[in-house]
Structure formats: structure tokens, C-alpha cells
């Protein structure tokens, strides 16, 4: 068992069609021979039990697809396949990996952050591929001409924390009512 007790699973894929896939998870934690025949067998039988009549909706229309013996025989042989070469437990790490890192940023992690600082100095951060974020300085003159300073782009700093406050643009509305309000 990995951390928190939390089993390796891993998920086998087998697509009959584009739009219909068939997927059975599993556990990595033993990948013998016979259990990866076993695997390949439920995946080769859930693909068999497809059936015309399975997986209605409410409005009463069907999403499955009759299969033939040979869509079985290459389920089962996908199966077999991803369980040689596919590194399902990697897979599971990678995949708990990215939700702790998206956990940690609160939302999507960014490739990278770029950020001025009070001295008009440009700093990139970027994170690693654990989400740990590394502020790294740019070089003058790369952000110059293309980006305008917050000062340039009338934002001032922000006093309870890093970075910038700008006021938003008025839409044409506010303006007239602040307009008209400003006449009485």
C-alpha cells in the first residue's frame, strides 16, 4: 500500500470506437502474470457484456454498441498490452503529484508567473513539477518594451501584500452616471 492507505490504482483503457471507451481500474500494487490475465479477461468480459440495451438514458436512448468476439480478443489484448509497458503505478504518482500541486496553488498551476517589483525589477517564478514555486530574476531590458510597468499602466502597489491594485475602467454608464451625479 502507498502512502495514506491508499491502494496503487491504476485504469486500463480500451477505446471500441472514438466516443466509446471501456475502463476497468485496478490495483498495481500486484502485476504477476496470472493477475494480468485476470485483468485482460474482465476488461475482454465488460466489453462483451456491451449490449444494445445497456446504458440508457432518461430520455430512453441507448449509448452502447453490439461488439463482436473480435472486439473482445483486442480489448484483451489491449489490456495485456498496457500492462507491459504502460507504467500504471508511475501514472497514479504522477496524477497524485499534480492534484497536491493544484491543491498547494489553490486552482491550475502556471507555467510561470511574471512580476515586477517595487524597484521596477522583473521577477519569474516558476514551479517545479511538485508546484514549489522558484523566483528567479530577469535579466533589463527583456520585459521593457513589450510589458508596461504598473505605474505605466496606472496601478499603484498593494498595502496588504505583494503585487499591484488597478482600478477597474468604467463602462460608458458609470460615467454618465457619475457624470450626471457630478451636474447636480
Do not use: N
Request: hydrophobic content about 35%; charged content about 25%.
Amino acid at each position: 500500500m502507498s502512502e495514506a492507505g491508499q491502494l496503487p490504482l491504476g485504469v486500463l483503457k480500451y477505446e471500441v470506437r472514438p466516443g466509446h471507451s471501456h475502463h476497468l481500474v485496478i490495483d498495481c500494487s500486484d502485476l504477476s502474470g496470472e493477475v494480468m490475465e485476470d485483468y485482460a479477461c474482465e476488461l475482454a468480459e465488460s466489453v462483451a457484456a456491451c449490449e444494445e440495451g445497456r446504458h440508457v438514458d432518461a430520455k430512453g436512448i441507448s449509448h452502447a454498441f453490439g461488439h463482436t468476439a473480435e472486439d473482445e480478443r483486442k480489448a484483451y489484448k489491449a489490456a495485456i498490452e498496457q500492462l507491459l509497458y504502460d507504467d500504471l503505478p508511475g501514472e497514479v504518482e504522477e496524477l497524485r503529484r499534480k492534484v497536491a500541486a493544484h491543491k498547494r496553488w489553490g486552482g491550475q498551476v502556471p507555467a510561470a508567473v511574471v512580476m515586477p517589483t517595487q524597484d521596477g525589477q522583473w521577477h519569474a517564478i516558476v514551479p517545479d513539477q511538485t508546484g514549489t514555486p522558484w523566483v528567479y530574476d530577469v535579466r533589463k531590458g527583456i520585459f521593457e518594451d513589450i510589458v508596461p510597468t504598473p505605474a505605466q499602466a496606472g496601478a499603484v502597489p498593494d498595502k496588504q501584500g505583494i503585487g499591484y491594485l488597478r482600478r477597474p475602467k468604467w463602462s460608458p454608464a458609470r460615467k454618465l452616471r457619475s457624470l450626471y451625479a457630478k451636474l447636480q
